[in-house]
C-alpha cells in the first residue's frame, strides 16, 4: 500500500524554499480553480502562479473548472476571454498549455460548448478538445515516466453515460501515473461538501481507489484543502480560491472524518497548487496569492508501490 509522507508547515515558508524536500523535479504544473472571477484575489493569484512557474519551470497549467463567472463564456468574441483570461495571466511564464476542466458556471445557457470551440484557436494555450477527455504527458528528461490526466465534466457526473466514460478511462490507464481532474470534489469539508453521486459505492470514486488513482484535483469549493485516507492510495486536492473564497463547513467535515477520511489541510485562502513529479514521487505544495508555500506534502506513486 502506498504510503503519503505528510508534512504540515508551522510557519508560512518563502517561495524560494520550495524544494526543502529535496526533490528535484522533471514534470511540474500548476493545478488551479473558480478562477474567472474579475477582483484583486485573481490578479495576485496570477502573479504568485507566474513566479512558481518559472521557478519550477512549469510544463503547462491545470484549470479545475468555473473558468468563467458567472454563466462561462457565450461566443469565440465574448471579452471574458480577455478580461478573465488573457488580460490576467501574462507572466511569460505562464505562455504554456492550459488543459481545462468545465465546472458548472460555464455550463450555464449552454455556454459550455463555446470553450470546447476554443480549443487551440481563441489562444493557442487553451487546451479543451472535448467537454471531457484525456491526455498524456511524458517525462521529457530521459525517465520515460508517463503521467495520464482524465478530466471529466462532473456538472453531469448524474448521467450513466459520463460515469461510464470515467470508469473506462480509469481502468484502461497503463500509465505510470494516473491523475484524475472534475470541478465537484469527491470530498470536502467546505461550503458545498462531498459530492453524493461521487463518492457512493458504485461511483467514481471506487474506481479510483481501485485502480490506484494517486490523485483526484478538483474546486468548486472556494478553498485549498488535502483530504487523504491511510489505508486508501487517492488523495483529495481541492484547489479552488483562484478568485473566491469560502469558509470551511463544520457539518461538511463532519461527514468526511464519518466516511473514515482526515482532512490533513484547509486554507480559505487565495491561491493555487502546484505539483512536481519525479519518477514515483509527486512533491504537491499549496501557494497563496503572495507566492508563500503554506502547506505541501509528499505521495508516491501508488502503482509504483504495489509492484
Not at 468545465?102 to 463555446?114: E, F, K, Q, S
Not at 450513466?160 to 481502468?171: F, G, S
Not at 486536492?237 to 478568485?243: D, L, N, P
Not at 457539518?251 to 489541510?265: A, H, N
Request: charged share 20%; proline share 3%; with cysteine.
Amino acid at each position: 500500500m502506498a504510503k503519503t509522507v505528510v508534512f504540515v508547515l508551522m510557519m508560512v515558508i518563502s517561495l524560494s524554499f520550495l524544494w526543502i524536500a529535496n526533490v528535484q523535479g522533471k514534470t511540474s504544473f500548476i493545478v488551479l480553480g473558480d478562477w474567472g472571477y474579475n477582483s484583486s484575489h485573481q490578479a495576485k493569484v496570477a502573479k504568485a502562479m507566474g513566479e512558481w512557474a518559472e521557478a519550477n519551470n512549469a510544463r503547462f497549467v491545470l484549470t479545475v473548472g468555473d473558468n468563467f463567472y458567472n454563466e462561462g463564456v457565450s461566443s469565440l468574441t465574448d471579452p471574458l476571454w480577455n478580461t478573465l483570461y488573457r488580460d490576467v495571466y501574462v507572466d511569460p511564464s505562464l505562455n504554456i498549455t492550459w488543459y481545462a476542466c468545465l465546472g458548472n458556471h460555464d455550463h450555464y445557457w449552454g455556454n459550455a460548448i463555446y470553450q470546447v470551440k476554443a480549443h487551440q484557436t481563441v489562444d493557442w494555450r487553451w487546451y479543451m478538445p472535448n467537454l471531457y477527455y484525456t491526455f498524456e504527458i511524458q517525462d521529457h528528461e530521459g525517465d520515460q515516466v508517463t503521467i495520464e490526466f482524465i478530466v471529466a465534466d462532473t456538472e453531469n457526473c448524474k448521467s450513466k453515460m459520463q460515469m461510464k466514460w470515467m470508469k473506462k478511462a480509469i481502468t484502461r490507464s497503463s500509465a505510470d501515473w494516473t491523475i484524475a481532474v472534475g470541478h465537484h470534489p469527491v470530498l470536502s469539508s467546505g461550503k458545498h461538501g462531498s459530492t453524493p453521486t461521487m463518492y457512493s459505492s458504485s461511483s467514481y470514486r471506487k474506481a479510483m481507489e481501485e485502480e490506484k488513482v494517486a490523485f483526484y484535483f478538483s474546486g468548486h469549493d472556494h478553498s485549498l484543502e488535502h483530504i487523504s485516507h491511510s489505508n486508501r492510495p487517492t488523495e483529495y486536492v481541492i484547489s479552488g480560491s483562484g478568485s473566491k473564497l469560502y469558509d470551511r463547513s463544520e457539518e461538511s467535515l463532519q461527514d468526511v472524518v464519518d466516511k473514515g477520511y482526515t482532512s490533513e489541510f484547509f486554507e480559505s485562502t487565495p491561491g493555487f497548487v502546484g505539483v512536481t513529479i519525479h519518477n514515483n514521487v509527486a512533491n504537491v505544495t499549496f501557494v497563496d496569492k503572495g507566492g508563500n508555500v503554506i502547506y505541501w506534502f509528499l505521495k508516491e506513486n501508488p502503482r509504483a508501490a504495489a509492484i
